[in-house]
């Protein structure tokens, strides 16, 4: 199966978003679109577009007279009182829109200790959660999740993981060469998702893009029955558009 994918600008999209919160942040009264195009520097129609996602998560409100304050979400991020559960909340929301609009289970996963963890999901009746039947753990070189967070590492990082968890064949499909994972990992353009055509299990294809926030190594991804593996380009193109939201929270968080 070829894909070809648009470009990942979720940092891009995250360091022009802070900057808008910062500027309007220092505005307690309020500050305008034109005012912030002028402060930022940002392009007028790609502000409208950061705005619009910021209205949409919270972060931002219009007031009389079209002026831009902050928000109740980056109050609820921004206090040190229940920010833990703020953030996961926060997280939860992004995540079923986004199962809802791509029509596939969505995760966000990270890489804590030396080891491949989920953090939160998102899944449905008709958008069913990959069945585990061997622990991400111990998987890491046969799911999307798992290569791209591999991906995020250095050499030296994938081998030691590699070194402690062994390439078992899951599926047909699966990779269990390390030579061969490792020159894959090198050569992915960080462009384009990391895939899982029923490498990990039967019946299932992934698609996963990571967002790394500040030291941090994590990802997003979705999981498809192999049935609706048509829609596995379309649903991993809607996941680059929609990491934006995922990492600016976690940006604000830290």
């Known amino acids: 199966m070829a894909l070809q994918h648009e470009s990942m600008t979720p940092y891009h999209s995250v360091q022009d978003a802070l900057r808008v919160l910062e500027t309007v942040a220092r505005h307690g009264t309020g500050v305008t679109d034109a005012e912030l195009a002028r402060h930022t520097g940002i392009d007028p129609e790609r502000l ?96 999307a999740i798992g290569k791209s967070l591999l991906g995020q590492l250095d050499h030296n990082g994938r081998r030691d993981h590699l070194s402690r968890h062994k390439m078992a064949r899951l599926t047909s499909r699966t990779i269990t060469n390390d030579k061969v994972l490792l020159s894959r990992l090198e050569s992915q353009p960080p462009t384009v998702p990391h895939l899982d055509l029923q490498e990990y299990a039967v019946g299932t294809v992934c ?36 990491a934006a939201p995922v990492l600016l929270s976690l940006a604000i968080q830290s």
């Open 48 to 143: 409208t577009g950061l705005l619009r996602m910021l209205r949409r998560e919270g972060y931002v409100e219009q007031v009389a007279g079209g002026a831009y304050v902050t928000g109740d979400a980056l109050a609820r991020l921004g206090s040190a009182q229940g920010r833990e559960q703020a953030l996961r909340d926060k997280l939860q929301h992004t995540l079923d829109r986004l199962r809802d609009s791509v029509g596939a289970a969505v995760y966000i996963s990270r890489y804590i200790d030396g080891e491949v963890r989920i953090d939160q999901f998102a899944a449905g009746p008709a958008t069913p959660v990959v069945n585990e039947w061997v622990d991400f753990r111990f998987s890491a070189h046969a799911t």
């Open 207 to 242: 698609a996963a893009v990571p967002i790394t926030a500040d030291s941090s190594v994590g990802c997003l991804a979705l999981s498809l029955p192999v049935e609706h593996a048509h829609r596995l380009r379309q649903a991993a193109d809607a996941l680059n558009r929609s």
